[in-house]
């Protein structure tokens, strides 16, 4: 174990979210700072690549150990003699491990779609020592519903995995390759992209939309047509949900959908790298939408929602932000939605058929955006987070007691 202040975090590590990913960078980073991060929770549906499995082999023989004396012990609550940092859940309810773990300091990671924040909401929030949101959208609701101890820093880009490769530029006029990823689900507004780009492939033939919109719980996909657009969900596919079924069910021909189903994160890369465009036209986003980023890392052109955690995304010159006029009432009771909007599909068709012919404005926006991303790389993001945190470097490791 290196030598440096013990934290405790209570977050699981998976290459399956933007949790997870999170999770894994804030681990690394933790290392790079000098801190001595102790995991609360066993990683699961994690991939790291082998500089990162040696790097983290230690904490993950400690975890184990702990879960060994945990079960044995068989308490329910544990106070731990260092900051605790545990993610939550809407209503800030802490997930996993944070519901055992609490330390001489609680600091809570909070990305919420909900914007009705109940009086037992409020009141969980007071008791953390210090909350973070993954976007201004977030934290100023935090702030107007008088929490003011909550503080923004948005989650970083892995700009090392995630660059520009070399790609001849399709000719003006020529039809794109575009991407898109997100696991399905309305909040996500794959069937506005579905319902754009049937019409933009019409136009032009041998047109592609590239996917990664698996989704690991697949019952959440089952309100992605409550609004109409397309004839949904998709149906299953032995484990995954057949997306490309579903699109050719929705008018889009067929092969001009490619479905990537589930690849571990780190696969994503190569698969962008063929693409000319990206498309994310969510709803609502609590954060910045990491595959949003990836894109904008990766340097290709990105269009944009603009409502909600998007709006960290989006500045005149480095992406396409499209208005979202259309009102989005929740498919649940009680749920508030200040904020969230839906683009429409024909606003979207237009904004590609104007790409299509202006390659230059393409090579533009791809070049703005990739210099933004990288002032959010992983990097820099993860040391923003932990001062603000007060979890600055102090020698000598702790022990456990």
């Known amino acids: ?126 008791q953390l020592d210090r909350i973070f949101t993954g976007s201004t959208w977030n ?22 995995r995630f660059h520009p490769r070399l790609r001849r530029p399709s000719p003006p006029g ?30 032009h033939p041998g047109a592609r939309l590239l996917t990664a919109w698996q989704n690991p719980w697949p019952e959440g996909a089952r309100d992605i047509g409550v609004d109409g657009h397309v004839d949904g969900p998709p149906a299953r596919k032995g484990d995954q949900l057949d997306i490309e079924g579903w699109a050719l069910r929705n008018g889009c021909p067929p092969g001009s959908v490619v479905d990537l189903g589930l690849r571990p994160h780190a696969a994503l890369a190569a ?38 955690g998007h709006l960290d995304l989006i500045a005149e010159g480095r992406c396409l932000a499209l208005p979202c006029p259309d009102a989005v009432p929740p498919t649940q009771a009680g749920v508030g939605n200040d904020g969230w909007g839906a683009l429409d599909p024909l606003d979207l068709d237009a904004a590609l058929e104007a790409l299509t012919a202006d390659p230059a404005r393409r090579t533009a926006l791809g070049q703005a955006g990739r210099i933004f991303a990288e002032s959010l790389d992983w990097g820099l993001q993860i040391p923003r987070f932990l001062a603000a945190a007060g979890l600055t470097r102090v020698d000598g490791a702790q022990p456990l007691g």
């Open 1 to 126: 174990m290196s030598p440096g202040r013990r934290v405790g975090l209570a977050w699981e590590l998976t290459s399956a979210t933007g949790w997870g990913v999170y999770g894994a960078a804030l681990t690394l980073g933790m290392l790079d700072q000098g801190l001595a991060p102790l995991l609360l929770k066993r990683p699961g549906l994690w991939t790291p690549d082998p500089v990162q499995a040696a790097r983290l082999a230690p904490l993950l023989a400690e975890q184990a150990q702990l879960s060994a004396q945990v079960r044995a012990a068989g308490k329910g609550r544990l106070r731990l003699p260092m900051p605790v940092v545990k993610t939550l859940q809407p209503g800030f309810v802490p997930m996993h491990a944070g519901q055992v773990f609490y330390g001489s300091e609680n600091i809570g990671v909070i990305f919420f779609e909900d914007t009705h924040l109940r009086p037992t909401d409020l009141d969980r929030a007071r």
């Open 139 to 160: 934290q100023r609701l935090l702030e107007g519903a008088g929490l003011t101890h909550a503080r923004c820093v948005l989650q970083g880009v892995d700009t090392a």
């Open 174 to 203: 020529a039809p794109l390759t575009l991407w898109s990823a997100g696991k399905l689900e309305r909040r996500k507004g794959q069937d506005l992209v579905l319902a754009a780009f049937r019409r933009y492939v019409a136009r």
């Open 271 to 308: 698969a962008m790298a063929s693409a000319d465009l990206a498309i994310f036209a969510s709803r609502y986003e609590s954060g910045t939408n990491l595959p949003a980023m990836e894109a904008l890392a990766m340097g290709l052109p990105v269009i944009l929602s603009e409502n909600t």
